[in-house]
């Protein structure tokens, strides 16, 4: 299980949810329960091989590449 970053396209609602990664499919926007929903990467990036262990994206953040997964 994890617990994964979501946006729906339709209403542009960020929403998390805890889910098998088989079951990423599956999940509907609980504001207007919309199936048209991509996974989105928010936060600070982990970059093995950096100096701290943290970092190694140019902005910080996985929303600027797209993610580091």
């Given at each position: ?49 950096s100096s ?18």
């Amino acid at each position: 299980m994890a617990l994964i970053d979501f946006k729906c396209i339709k209403c542009g609602e960020k929403f998390e949810e805890i889910v098998k990664l088989s079951d990423r499919e599956n999940i509907k926007c609980p504001k207007c329960g919309s199936e048209d929903i991509k996974q989105v990467f928010e936060g600070k990036c982990c970059s093995v091989g950096s100096s701290k262990g943290v970092g190694g994206c140019s902005s910080g953040s996985c929303g600027g590449c797209s993610g580091c997964h």
